[in-house]
């Protein structure tokens, strides 16, 4: 099948490099995404192994169009009732660009070819539930192109299935382990989150040391599908349940300013069974110790957009250089934000990587290798 799978902007490399250890071919990057082909139980594997992937989607028809019309009859054209239930609810999203009146109009249309497959067989057709939709229909429209594809994830894979509690600005999980992988994290050096916020960084950095499957506490729309090879799933979940690490202590270690904060990140460790494997601790950042001569230190501060924390960062990026240049020597500091005033506020060599973004927000990871008495910049 051709499949597609979607993550925040900057991250596809390594999505492609998580596609190609699940199997998929016919790799090809686009912004935003990687369109690939694979079978069934790729699709499966993508959806319960990828860290970084948003979605994953099945391409069902491509075409061309000039007028709406012809996008409806290529829905048509499509065998939904061989695909899914009527018992299942559906949301058809539009995105894209073309010469109509409105892409939700495409939705609607699009929504009634589906109806109209369904009605055909037994005068019924599914319900639409445009909040928590069993089955989702995408529909991208570029220039008269036309591709329909079924969303083969349901909820956005960043969501994990263990976050019911959210801190002031938590970061997406995809997100996280992509900062995590792109900075080299593999499980095997010791981690500091020294701003940990709800504890992101802590749970991806956890997974991926105990090679578990970020998709494991959640269930993926394909499991609702006519075509679902149940006993299939159950052998790729059984595998990536042997698969797991069976480590006791991780060197991981998380620190807020905060005491809410603390307390949500150690109820999101609890519910991923990290508790006694991860150490949190409360205080300022600039008060703590390296917890080991060398390492990975990864953390978002605060973003900066209210202007009111703007003062505050200002003040307080100096504060965190003079730290790190005394505390740890020996480990690479991999800062995200929003703020493009943080490395001139450090003032210390800043190797830049590439922009990703957080929702809407616009990031960057600075990453600062920190080598004793070396890197401040005069
Ligand atoms: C943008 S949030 C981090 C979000 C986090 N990555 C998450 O996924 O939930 C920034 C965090 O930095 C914390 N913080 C701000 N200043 C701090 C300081 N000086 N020392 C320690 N933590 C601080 C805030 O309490 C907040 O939780």
């Not at 686009?30 to 993508?46: A, I, K, L, P």
């Not at 991999?334 to 490395?343: E, G, Q, S, V, Y």
Request: proline share 4%; with cysteine; charged share 25%.
């Amino acid at each position: 099948m051709a499949l597609f799978a979607s993550c925040p902007r900057g991250l596809e490399k390594l999505l492609a490099e998580e596609i190609s250890q699940q199997g998929g071919s016919e790799l090809q990057l686009t912004d935003g995404g990687v369109h690939f082909t694979g079978n069934q139980e790729v699709m499966m594997r993508v959806n319960l192994h990828s860290r970084t992937a948003s979605r994953l989607l099945q391409q069902l028809a491509q075409g061309s169009f000039q007028i709406e019309r012809d996008i409806y009859t290529l829905a048509k054209s499509i065998d939904w009732p061989a695909l899914f239930d009527i018992s299942n609810t559906i949301k058809v999203k539009t995105d894209g660009h073309a010469r109509l009146r409105s892409i939700d109009y495409v939705s609607l249309i699009v929504k009634d070819a589906i109806c109209d497959r369904f009605r055909a067989l037994n005068d019924e057709r599914p319900s639409v539930d445009t909040r928590r939709p069993d089955i989702r229909i995408r529909v991208f429209l570029s220039g008269f192109d036309v591709q329909i594809y079924l969303d083969t994830s349901g909820e956005a894979l960043f969501k994990r299935g263990w976050r019911d509690e959210t801190g002031e600005a938590p970061l997406r999980e995809n997100l996280a382990a992509g900062i995590l992988l792109s900075a080299g994290y593999n499980g095997s050096q010791p981690l500091l989150d020294p701003m940990c916020g709800s504890g992101t960084f802590l749970v991806e950095a956890a997974d991926i040391a105990l090679n578990r499957a970020p998709g494991r506490l959640r269930n993926f729309a394909f499991e609702k599908l006519n075509t679902h090879n149940d006993l299939l799933w159950h052998s790729i979940r059984n595998d990536a349940e042997l698969a797991v690490r069976p480590l006791e202590k991780l060197a991981i270690y998380g620190n807020d300013a905060s005491l809410e904060m603390v307390e949500i990140a150690r109820h999101n460790l609890t519910r991923c069974g990290l508790e006694s494997l991860v150490s949190l601790s409360h205080g300022d950042a600039t008060e703590l110790q390296a917890p080991a001569a060398s390492g990975l230190l990864v953390c978002n501060p605060p973003y900066g957009i209210r202007l009111d924390e703007q003062d505050s960062l200002a003040e307080l990026y100096p504060r965190l250089a003079t730290w790190l240049k005394r505390n740890f020597a020996g480990w690479t500091a991999h800062l995200m934000t929003a703020d493009n005033r943080l490395p001139a506020l450090m003032r210390l060599n800043a190797e830049a990587r590439p922009l990703l973004y957080n929702g809407a927000l616009e990031c960057r990871v600075y990453a600062f290798p920190l080598v004793a008495g070396s890197n401040r910049k005069e």
